[in-house]
């Protein structure tokens, strides 16, 4: 069982319901989690309360109380491949993230995550990143080092002052004028955790040019204005090219999620901004790179 020590808590705050004891509340609201399992990390101090002090499972349930726990996981399968820092100082840590490896815990993985890993191999706590990549996507991510200097960075995000530079492997769209820009109303879609364009306000942006032709498949330039949740899957698919490997757009694949034989061949490749510390010119590239087979 993954411990999760170094992962910050997840948070609850307890809604109304009959439950006389906070186990039961617990069991009730995450029942894929077995009694035995809350009453283990009840006697390990993984529940606590909003000021990090362990609660007894047989503590009374009250509405409106916020709890802590940390996730665990069993069984949790290793990601075999190994990030790479680019760069690291006392307010900020640039990493090379390598195909399916996650940045923060969900789902299936809290140990093997870019983020525990890097807090180890740091002995940094207070790590945290600045933006997120999918998981099945590689390249360049930024993660605050320093509390202190955490906003100033933030803001970079915030005002869409990070230059993004992302490159894919794509069927050609001999069509469509490049350099393209895409525009338009990302949604949820279905399942949860799928987006779709939608008719409304556009509420994304995607630059689109042409870096290599191939016979059956072209090497693109993705650069997206806004940062919304699968942007650059949803969009690609959207115009008839759909990222090679994606195995979610236009239609989801029935293949295994964690084929690593067949990566996503979308890479997060450059970051550029003014860092807000110093005024210096940053320029934080991946030394990955997508091949183009039929070129």
């Known amino acids: 069982m993954s411990p999760s020590g170094d992962i910050n808590p997840s ?5 109304p319901g009959p439950w006389a004891t906070l186990l039961d ?13 809350w009453l283990q990390r009840f006697a390990r101090g993984r529940v606590q ?8 499972a047989d503590a009374r349930y009250r509405a409106g109380t916020v709890v802590r726990y940390f996730r665990e996981v069993d069984d949790e399968p290793r990601i075999p491949f190994e990030a790479k820092i680019l760069f690291a100082d006392a307010d900020l840590v640039v990493a090379d993230k390598p ?10 993985f809290v140990d093997e995550t870019l983020l525990a890993r890097l807090r ?3 002995d940094n706590p207070a790590l945290v990143p600045l933006h997120r990549i999918d998981r099945e996507t590689a390249g360049v991510v930024m993660f605050s080092a320093n509390p202190a200097s955490r906003a100033a960075y933030h803001a970079l995000f915030l005002q869409r002052a990070v230059e993004k530079a992302y490159e894919a492997i794509a069927p050609p769209l001999p069509a469509l004028a490049m350099p393209h820009v895409r525009r338009s109303q990302l ?13 409304g306000p556009v509420n994304s942006e995607t630059r689109i040019e042409v870096m290599q032709r191939g016979l059956h498949a072209w090497r693109y330039g993705l650069h997206p204005v806004t940062g919304r949740k699968h942007q650059l899957r949803v969009h690609m698919a959207a115009l008839g090219a759909p990222i ?24 997060a490749k450059a970051l550029r901004f003014i860092d807000p510390l110093d005024g ?3 320029m934080f590239e991946s030394r990955q790179a997508l091949v183009l087979v039929d070129a």
Request: hydrophobic content about 40%; charged content about 25%; aromatic content about 8%.
């Open 99 to 108: 195909h399916f490896l996650p940045v923060t815990p969900a789902g299936r």
């Open 25 to 37: 509340g617990l069991c009730a609201r995450f029942p894929r989690i077995t009694r035995e399992t």
């Open 11 to 15: 948070h609850l705050q307890l809604p």
């Open 49 to 56: 309360d909003a000021d990090g002090q362990a609660l007894a």
């Open 280 to 282: 210096t010119a940053r």
């Open 120 to 122: 180890q191999q740091l």
């Open 187 to 199: 949604r949820a879609g279905e399942p949860f955790f799928r987006m779709r364009e939608g008719d």
């Open 244 to 267: 090679a490997n994606d195995s979610l757009y236009p239609v989801m694949s029935m293949r295994a999620p964690d084929d690593f034989g067949r990566p996503l061949q979308l890479l």
